[in-house]
Structures are given as C-alpha cells and as structure tokens.
C-alpha cells in the first residue's frame, strides 16, 4: 500500500536558519506530493504540491521538488521566521487509492527568535 | 467564508454517549473526506464521499462509527457507545476529486471522551 515517511521533530532552529524536512513514499503508480502545515490548534493548510516527477512546489518561501528515482519530496527554506513555528505534514495522493490523502507522521518545527 | 466548515469544534462527551460532527463542504466540491488525527500523529483516513455514495471505509472504521452524505452536500459522522479511544480531532476535507486537485480540510472537531 501507499505509505509516507517524514523525519522526526521536533526540529529547533534559530531565526534565519535553513529548513529542510526529508520525506520519502512508497506507491503505485505516479502519485501527487503534498506538503500540509498545521499551526496549533488549527486544521490543516496546503502549503505547496507538486504533481508529476521533476515539478517543483513552491509557497512562502517553502521549496520542494517531486524526485521520482529518489521518491522524495523534502521541504526547504532558506530563511525561517518564528512565525514558520508549526507541524508540517508530507502526503501523497494516487488515482489507484481513489486520490485520497495518505499523511507522514507530521514533523514539529519550533523556529526561536 | 467559503471554506470547510465543521461543527461542533469541541465536544466533550461521557462515555458510551453517542456524538454527532457535521460537515458543509466547499460548494462545487464532489469528494468529500473524513479523516481522524490523535495528538502527535498524521491524519488517518476514515471514509470518503464522492456526491452522497460512499465510497470507501478504512478499517478504523469500527461498525460504532456511520457517516452519511444526503443529496451530496453536507456530511455527518456519527460515533455511537462513545469509548476513551476515541478522543482525537475529526478532520472533514472536500476536493473536486480529479488526481491532483488539492483538498482542503476544516479546522476539525475535537472530541473528548471522559
């Protein structure tokens, strides 16, 4: 079956640093990557998506490129703010599995000023 | 607003109480999904809609647990003998349903069981 793994947090970062989170899947076919952010207590929110091999998400600063040979999908950013302070959820969808959204464990990233 | 919106937000509930969440959808959405996130986890797909015919329902699903979609608006889950375990964020999301679309999800309903 599909499945996503993300590393774990919680990941601290001063101001300014950069941000990468590794995401790799396994699936059937050529799924659709997804990266979710969830501030507390909040619902979930598309941050970027990228939808066939090669394509690159971008939003916000946030970066992350669709590597088929890999099967990755990582998060950068060059340049964190505390206000980049949340959970951050990696997901694939596949046509095969009805296109519904298969999550990481979620990875929590605390940005200190 | 025009996004997914979910009722109650929060529910605390006695055990072996039956709950009901509701969800409207964005309005030209077909799909509609369910998901469920307990503190620290991913979300975990529960059931999904395609107008009012279910489609699918993950084995997490237990037979406590019914959601319904009448005339393909709207949608209720429903969670009968409430137990400790169930406690965790009811998420709801609805897309077009084309690969690739993206879909938007509500900011959930808490559940508390005590």
């Known amino acids: 079956g599909n499945s996503v793994t993300q590393m774990e947090g919680p990941v601290t970062l001063s101001e300014e640093a950069f941000l990468t989170i590794n995401c790799t899947y396994t699936?059937?076919?050529?799924?659709?990557l997804f990266w979710y952010v969830q501030y507390p207590g909040e619902g979930l929110q598309l941050l970027l998506k990228?939808?066939?091999?090669?394509d690159k998400g971008s939003n916000k600063g946030f970066e992350a490129t669709y590597r088929k040979e890999t099967t990755s999908f990582h998060l950068e950013k060059g340049s964190v703010q505390v206000s980049d302070s949340a959970v951050y959820f990696c997901?694939?969808?596949?046509?095969?599995?009805?296109?519904?959204?298969?999550f990481g464990g979620g990875t929590r990233v605390l940005v200190k000023p | 607003d025009t996004g997914v919106s979910q009722n109650p937000r929060h529910k605390i509930t006695k055990r072996g109480q039956n709950v009901t969440f509701r969800c409207d959808p964005i309005?030209?959405?077909?799909?509609l999904y369910w998901y469920r996130q307990t503190l620290g986890q991913g979300p975990e797909f529960l059931t999904y809609?395609?107008?009012?015919?279910?489609?699918?329902k993950s084995r997490l699903l237990s037979d406590r647990f019914s959601a319904e979609r009448p005339k393909g608006s709207f949608s209720t889950l429903e969670i009968q003998r409430t137990e400790q375990g169930d406690s965790a964020m009811y998420l709801c999301?609805?897309?077009?349903?084309?690969?690739?679309?993206?879909?938007?999800f509500g900011e959930g309903s808490w559940l508390t069981v005590v």
């Open positions: 999301a609805s897309s077009l349903g084309t690969t690739g679309n993206t879909i938007y």
């Open positions: 699936a059937t076919g050529y799924p659709s």
């Open positions: 990228a939808t066939k091999a090669d």
């Open positions: 997901a694939l969808s596949a046509r095969a599995a009805g296109n519904k959204l298969t």
């Open positions: 309005s030209e959405h077909n799909r």
């Open positions: 809609f395609q107008n009012e015919a279910q489609l699918e």
